[in-house]
């Protein structure tokens, strides 16, 4: 069974200040990894995904993200966040069997002026 | 890039009522769609997931007779919560994907706030 561990439920951070958002998934095969942002009352958007070749995978709005498989996990970075970036942020895995997408609990990134 | 829409954006009914939710695709073919249900400051939790013309696969431990999920089509899939009551009341968010590749990118419907009185 595969799950998804989002290490910090909420992450404040002043604005032009570096961000990471941690991402820690456990599975017995291969896995595709997501990460989404959700603004409040909307749908989610996906960020980037990861699903083979170069473990640095740049996404929209300046994110980016690093898949480590011997630590089993898939940071979302940005160097320099701003308040627009304020959102609800999730890492989801998938598995190459088929659809099933399991969603980290989320985290709220919260930029501060 | 792709677009799902979802109709209505909210809405409120007494319980015991009925109420279809609807999800389409507007510019590309869903092969598969995916009903996820959000409670507040929590994640997604997958409810089903149908395909076109045939019957959706329900998720464990949700009610398959409450929530009726039709995809009639490659472009709109429905939800019907049957019987609602206010332990129902949630945000009902729908993806699509189009080739049917399990690499393909799901995009997201803006969700359902249901609100069961």
């Known amino acids: 069974a595969q799950s998804v561990t989002q290490l910090d439920s909420q992450v404040p951070v002043f604005e032009e200040a570096p961000v990471e958002l941690r991402c820690n998934y456990s599975?017995?095969?291969?896995?595709?990894l997501f990460w989404y942002v959700q603004y409040p009352n909307q749908g989610l958007q996906l960020l980037l995904k990861?699903?083979?070749?170069?473990?640095l995978v740049k996404g929209i709005n300046g994110f980016e993200a690093e898949f480590n498989k011997s630590q089993t996990s898939f940071h979302l970075r940005k160097p320099s966040v701003h308040i627009s970036d304020t959102a609800e942020y999730f890492c989801a895995v998938s598995d190459g069997g088929g659809f099933k997408t399991i969603f980290g609990a989320g985290t709220r990134l919260f930029v501060k002026a | 890039g792709a677009v799902v829409s979802q109709h209505p954006s909210w809405v409120i009914c007494k319980s015991g009522t009925s109420v279809k939710i609807e999800c389409r695709s507007l510019?590309?073919?869903?092969?598969?769609m995916f009903w996820y249900r959000q409670f507040p400051k929590q994640s997604l939790m997958l409810m089903a997931t149908?395909?076109?013309?045939?019957?959706?696969?329900?998720e464990q431990g949700v009610e398959k007779d409450k929530f009726l999920i039709n995809h009639a089509s490659l472009t709109l899939s429905t939800l019907t919560v049957t019987s609602a009551h206010p332990e129902d009341s949630s945000f009902y968010i729908c993806s699509a994907i189009g080739s049917g590749s399990p690499t393909d990118t799901q995009y997201f419907g803006p969700g359902t706030r249901l609100t069961v009185l």
């Open positions: 990861y699903l083979s070749g170069s473990t």
């Open positions: 149908s395909n076109e013309g045939s019957k959706a696969t329900y």
């Open positions: 599975s017995s095969v291969s896995v595709y």
């Open positions: 510019d590309f073919q869903a092969t598969t």
